[in-house]
């Protein structure tokens, strides 16, 4: 069956259906994973919008249980340039096709993908519509693409943390020696994993429940989760999390990183095509490691927001730079500090080397930081996943809890040296 994109600006793209029939609309993005397809398909924080994937072959280890990171596909739609229909690995159990069928998403594959990459990176993210009902550019159906670009150009997403949190608290890892309360903002079914993997317990509480409701389960840690939509349509939920800072330890990751922004006075920003994807690089300043991370987000810290530089502890700067980009002190090697209206000294631990966006914040003054990108994720190599050993550092009272060295963290319970001299051994 023929399926087509329609994009705001008018451009048609036709191709061949993949998944469900029908007309569908959203926010259009493009993910430059390789591998991952299943856990962005089910990433709540892919709510409302319309994924391209720019890897040109997509499905071709096919689908599991053991992989979705939620209930159910949250995206609007899918766009890929080829849907394995023959998939081979031990673990498949379903092709894509099948998958998006059973989640009644609609997705077209066939198109150039590269070309509609290009055409996002030039003007930004924009609404679009995949259907398989007619032809957009057919000049006979001239009235109803009028009709269908009217509601594209009319899309916004909305109310999606209310759509994809939690109804009611659920706990994990009953026996767990750490309490950790994780707010569902839209949370990944692997950041729960990890912290049992850790020997947490985990009570997810729903992204709207109250500041006392969170500290009457008197928890070692809070953390805050990934979520979709605009941070600033939120207000209830940062403000919460304000009355929650400097009372108990503090992590955010991604959309919860925005809500510790937020909570601080800062301002944010919609990036032009946003940083969705399992290869972003990210230098950490305070441990002057960089890591490949996985992303997903189309806003960003304007860190400037947070307040004044201190010189003293900024290398004797008194002023932002103009520009905007912070990778000006990944070349000096600083980790800057801002002294904020609300809580404090604040320091900048991250920034993406791609953009020079700040892409983590440490507060100085309470026991709180976060970072914008998802340290569960596996985009290859375990770079980010320190992170949640930094969480606990931070929650037994060490103060320098985010210098780490990257490169044994992530090899951390593997025995290659003992191995390798048993081996010599036997020889």
Known sequence: MNAYLLLANGMVFAGQSVGAEGVTVGEVVFATGMVGFQETLTDPSYYGQIITQTYPLIGNYGMNKDDMESDRIWAKGYIVREACKTPSNWRCEETLDSFLKKNNTIGIEGIDTRHLTRIIRESGVMNGAILTTFDPADPANAEKTEALLADIRAYAVTDAVKSVTCAKPEVYNEKGETHIVLMHYGCKRNIVRCLVKR???????????????????????????????????????????????????????????????????????????????GNQPVMNLVSRRVEITAQNHGFGLLFPSLGKLIPELSGGETEHAADGDLRAWVRRGIAPVVMNERFGRIRLTHVNLNDGTAEGIQLLDAPCFSVQYHPEASPGPTDAHYLFTAFTRLMDGEENYLDIDTAKDRLAGWNFAESENAATEEN
């Open 199 to 277: 020997g947490c317990k985990v009570t997810v509480m729903p992204a709207f429940a109250t500041a006392e409701e969170v500290a009457a389960l008197a928890p070692d840690g809070i953390m805050l989760s990934n979520g979709p939509g605009d941070p600033d349509a939120v207000v209830e939920t940062y403000e919460q999390v304000q009355q929650l800072i400097g009372k108990v330890p503090v992590f955010g990751i991604c959309l919860g990183h925005q809500m510790i922004s937020l909570a601080c006075g800062a301002q944010m920003e919609k990036l032009k095509f946003g940083h969705r994807g």
